[in-house]
């Protein structure tokens, strides 16, 4: 079959199974089964797909077309310019967690050696951003997932950053020794048990529970980690957490005896990142 048809059967699957984007995503498959870019999909529409490319195509619009997002079918994303490796077992790093990135950077970059930690790390996005971007700086990334850490660590290496780098298996910052770090970043779970339908039926299916849902209310992750945090930084040290739709003003009621409180919103306006000052 030939590319151009190959991708316009892919497009007609995608949408009869209501996947949002449908080109998008036949073409994201596609050039992950050729190895190619996009240009390359415009150039040749006449190119003829071999048997195996062809069955490896079918094969990964049927994955998506089950809900599965296309990231853990192609076993990468892209986060503040780096190629990340992602599996079922992270989070699927997100466009507005960047803003986490630029809040922290504002606040650690007039420190000579600020020691950061990331609390939850996930693929480690969060932490290989701020280890690339801060040279100078002391990074740490912690997660309870074992598996989440391979993922981290892998990341590192792939990015030559595990140097730059200690990871750990934690709860939060259980343990952590008091009046430590510079800042504390974290982009914890917020969707509430209670709710599941406020999470996108990809997220709730395919991605890890213990990374998108957070008890009853949401709120448990955030209400273990502040005073946690609080102890574990340095005086005028800065707690910096992304949050979800609608808890701007129960995580900031969580902060509002600390010293400083910021609010900065994603680019539709909406509260993403809180930082708190010890």
Not at 35 to 60: N, V
Not at 69 to 81: K, L
Not at 243 to 255: C, F, K, N
């Amino acid at each position: 079959m030939q590319l151009k048809q190959a991708l316009t059967a892919a497009i007609d699957t995608l949408t009869a199974n209501a996947v949002g984007s449908p080109r998008m995503n036949a073409e994201t498959l596609l050039m992950f089964v050729l190895h190619s870019d996009r240009a390359y999909l415009y150039a040749h529409p006449e190119y003829e797909l071999t048997a195996d490319e062809q069955a490896r195509y079918d094969e990964a619009v049927a994955e998506r077309s089950t809900g599965k997002p296309a990231q853990y079918i192609t076993g990468h994303q892209e986060f503040w310019g780096m190629d990340l490796i992602v599996s079922p077992a992270v989070l699927i790093p997100r466009p507005e967690t960047e803003h986490v990135i630029e809040t922290v950077l504002e606040l650690a970059r007039t420190k000579q050696a600020p020691r950061i930690v990331d609390v939850g790390t996930g693929s480690g996005c969060i932490a290989l951003a701020l280890a690339a971007e801060l040279p100078w700086a002391r990074v740490e990334a912690v997660d309870i997932s074992p598996a989440a850490l391979e993922v981290a660590r892998a990341n590192a290496a792939r990015l030559q950053l595990d140097h730059r780098i200690i990871f750990q298996q934690r709860d939060l910052l259980a343990g952590a020794p008091a009046a430590t770090y510079d800042v504390v970043v974290s982009n914890p779970p917020y969707v509430p048990e209670s709710e599941p339908e406020k999470a996108q039926r990809e997220v709730r299916e395919f991605e890890p529970k213990v990374a998108v849902f957070a008890g009853e209310s949401g709120l448990e992750v955030y209400r273990r980690l502040v005073p946690q945090a609080h102890e574990a930084l340095k005086p005028g040290g800065w707690l910096v957490v992304e949050i979800g739709y609608s808890i701007e003003r129960a995580v900031h009621e969580l902060v509002k005896d600390w010293a400083e409180v910021r609010i900065t919103p994603d680019l539709q306006g909406i509260p993403r990142v809180v930082a708190a000052r010890r």
